[in-house]
């Protein structure tokens, strides 16, 4: 699949031909198993008695890991680098498939093991090794599936969320020849027999990181299925490619995370695997790619500063209402849920992603469950300022001539009766239209129209209150 064809998976919010926030071909799967998740993560969770404790704790470490990211990478690179590693820096995706790319002709890499990480999701690294002519293999369950299917993933901790067990399992019939079974333990097996080979004949390895520590130079991995230990360990070389955010002060604050990441992101009091890995092993390379892309635009914001303290649990999609309703492809690049909405603009453009802190009901749900404490809701209402302020897709001139005509319709109680009005004549006849242009249609694609309310009004109601 061409990069064009696979940027065509979903993006209502950034594509101008999709609008609204329903997706038709949404799957169940989604609200039924982020619901499930999240009775789970309560569960865990209200059973600890010093849990804000832990969240506490947690924001502050990471807020100041955020403050003196300039120190603590200089510090990791030293430590790291002393022990063998090549640590390399990439301003964009651009610069870091460069050097991913550099490092494989260097070396005469024909095949890659993928371990699970967002930061090549963003780097788009499946696309560009393959027009390099160099095969890559996703060896998470999750992400091995969406593969298959040639899809994005659809959450940052559960890529294949939104498929049912019947529906990997036609998909294994398909792509792999396998007889079809929808039981979860048996699809893992088939997915083991694949993908075991791949690890055996792979020439390069890469991950992500969920920790970077600055004092000892470690770099701290947590997974569930053992892939990522296969493939930063069995090829002879390893590429991590991190997020500068990812960076922890010290190694002693590392239980604290493991604790809390487990916990909130798959209900589990520690993953099954943990891997530390303070450099390069003998006989083998270790490359460490730090990316920015992007992340430096939040820096400067100091409003939306501590969307850097995020460890990508997952937490905030999984109680959203509108993640839930619309599924992971409607946001339109990497990362989507409430997490989403506050990162992507900054990461990549306003122009692009204004619309993103728009698609979200502030109820509060995400602030309320995000283990490192980000004020998601306030974050959002800040986006969306900047968004109807500066270039974006929320400040066409459509939308800033609504908002001046709401405006001067709530400036009087005449105007506002008179627009009152009209809101129900147009209701009224709404529902007798052949089709429905441009914002009503999406409402209505998903949605029933209100009923027009009968009798009195309420100032009408409360006139005659007042008057008896």
């Known amino acids: 699949m061409s990069t064009e064809e696979h940027d065509l998976q979903g993006a209502p919010f950034l594509k101008e031909q999709i609008a609204g926030l329903y997706e038709p071909a949404g799957s169940k799967a989604t609200g039924e198993a982020a619901e499930r998740s999240t009775k789970h993560n309560r569960e865990v969770t209200e059973a600890i008695p010093y849990w804000q404790d832990w969240r506490e704790a947690a924001s502050q470490i990471k807020q100041y890991a955020v403050a003196n990211l300039d120190k603590l990478l200089v510090e990791f690179e030293e430590k790291i680098t002393a022990r063998g590693a090549t640590v390399l820096w990439a301003e964009d995706a651009e610069e870091a498939n460069r050097h991913v790319l550099a490092i494989a002709r260097e070396h005469g890499v024909k095949t890659v093991v993928k371990g699970k990480s967002m930061v090549t999701e963003e780097m788009e690294l499946n696309h560009k090794l393959a027009e390099a002519g160099i095969r890559a293999v996703e060896t998470d369950l999750g992400e091995y599936i969406v593969q298959l299917a040639e899809q994005r993933p659809t959450h940052i901790v559960t890529p294949a969320l939104h498929l049912s067990a019947k529906e990997v399992g036609e998909l294994f019939a398909e792509k792999l020849g396998e007889p079809f079974s929808a039981e979860h333990e048996h699809l893992t097996k088939l997915a083991r027999k694949h993908l075991r080979q791949e690890f055996l004949n792979a020439d390069m390895g890469t991950s992500g990181t969920n920790f970077a520590i600055a004092d000892t130079g470690t770099l701290a991995i947590v997974e569930n299925e053992g892939n990522v230990g296969l493939s930063t360990s069995t090829p002879p070389i390893h590429v ?229």
């Open 240 to 468: 991590a490619l991190i997020g500068v955010e990812k960076v922890l002060p010290r190694i002693d604050y590392l239980p604290l995370f493991l604790n809390m990441l487990a916990r909130v992101g798959t209900g589990q009091k520690l993953t099954s695997y943990t891997h530390l890995i303070h450099g390069a092993t003998p006989g083998r390379k270790l490359y460490v790619i730090l990316l920015d892309n992007g992340r430096t635009n939040v820096l400067r914001d100091k409003a939306a500063r501590r969307a850097l303290c995020c460890i990508r649990c997952g937490m905030c999609l999984n109680v959203c209402p509108v993640y839930r309703r619309v599924g992971g492809w409607a946001y339109g690049w990497v990362y989507p849920g409430p997490i989403g909405s506050i990162i992507s603009p900054h990461l990549i453009g306003m122009d692009k992603a204004g619309s993103l802190p728009f698609a979200s009901t502030l109820c509060g749900a995400c602030s309320d469950v995000c283990p490192v404490k980000i004020d998601i809701p306030h974050q959002l209402v800040h986006l969306r300022h900047r968004a109807v302020n500066e270039p974006s897709p929320a400040r066409s001139l459509g939308d800033r001539l609504t908002w001046k005509l709401w405006a001067w319709a709530m400036g009087g109680p005449r105007r506002y009766r008179a627009a009152m009005g009209l809101v129900k004549l147009g209701v009224r006849l709404a529902r007798f239209l052949p089709w429905h242009p441009g914002k009503l249609g999406a409402w209505t694609r998903g949605r029933a129209l209100p009923q027009v309310p009968r009798g009195k009004s309420f100032r009408a109601e409360k006139r005659s209150s007042d008057e008896t």
